[in-house]
């Protein structure tokens, strides 16, 4: 029988992880990143144990509950037979008295057999809200090392502080690094997706769309600077150009509304220093 494409498969989730994690140590491999992979890759395979294990039912809890109800059925029939009320003459009060505990009897019977048939659900519930909590953290973990990330560096590299982070990377590096970062915010997303595929809990699916919103506005920060890290320039090594304000300019037809510089003798045209460009850019946004 064919894949079927209307449920998440477990193992292709954990073989693209695997693969994901990979691609990082290859091309990162003293990164930190790769760790958090390597962890997001034993979350996956514990998440299909779970997911599993969730979908099916605690049947000690359920023979419990069942085991609950005879028992309260035996006494009830216990009772009827040493009361015997065919051979006894009951009073209105007695009457009354004995509604009353009924009625009491009633509810608090009842609501033992809500607690007992509920049980199963809960811990369930608890399990994956557990499970979720766990990925939540992971996010928040990939999210802190893209932080430091800046393309705008590559623009206006300037001098650095003493706590400023070490940026070693090329501008292609950088691309890789934020990709494989939004790609493991989607297999976040995805991993919680198995914990309800099978368990409809109002709850756990609240928490799970909750957890997706998170990844989801996680990687917008990070396309957000891919975005921008695919406006520089790179040559053919990954580093922006070297721009000189002395020998290259923008030329007037290149930004909308203004008359430009005028080209100094023996100046030659090519692209535009780094704050040059970003204004050029925004010039040619705004027409």
Wanted: with cysteine; net charge neutral; charged share 20%.
């Amino acid at each position: 029988m064919g894949q079927s494409f209307l449920q998440l498969d477990a193992d292709l989730i954990i073989s693209t992880v695997e693969t994901l994690s990979r691609r990082i140590r290859e091309r990162f491999p003293k990164a930190g990143l790769g760790k958090v992979c390597d962890q997001l890759l034993a979350v996956s395979r514990q998440a299909q144990v779970r997911a599993a294990g969730i979908a099916r039912p605690i049947w000690s809890v359920r023979l419990g509950a069942v085991a609950f109800v005879l028992g309260i059925a035996a006494m009830f029939a216990v009772t009827y037979v040493k009361l015997n009320p065919r051979d006894s003459q009951i009073s209105t009060a007695e009457f009354v008295q004995v509604l009353e505990a009924g009625f009491n009897a009633t509810v608090l019977i009842g609501a033992a057999l809500i607690f007992f048939f509920t049980l199963d659900t809960r811990i369930k519930r608890r399990r994956c809200l557990e499970a979720i909590h766990e990925l939540r953290s992971i996010a928040h973990i990939i999210d802190m090392h893209q932080l430091t990330k800046d393309p705008e560096r590559l623009l206006s590299p300037g001098s650095d502080t003493a706590s400023s982070p070490k940026r070693t990377m090329t501008g292609f590096e950088l691309n890789r690094y934020l990709d494989y970062c939004s790609e493991m915010l989607a297999l976040v997303g995805k991993i919680a997706a198995l914990y309800v595929q099978d368990f409809a809990d109002a709850d756990a699916v609240a928490a799970v769309n909750d957890l997706e919103d998170l990844t989801a506005s996680l990687a917008r920060k990070v396309w957000q600077k891919i975005m921008v890290l695919n406006e520089i320039p790179l040559d053919r090594s990954g580093a922006p150009p070297k721009y000189s304000d002395t020998t290259m300019y923008i030329p007037a037809s290149e930004i909308p509304g203004s008359p430009g510089p005028t080209p100094p003798s023996g100046a030659t045209t090519g692209p535009p220093p780094a704050t040059t460009l970003g204004a050029a850019l925004r010039a040619k946004e705004s027409s």
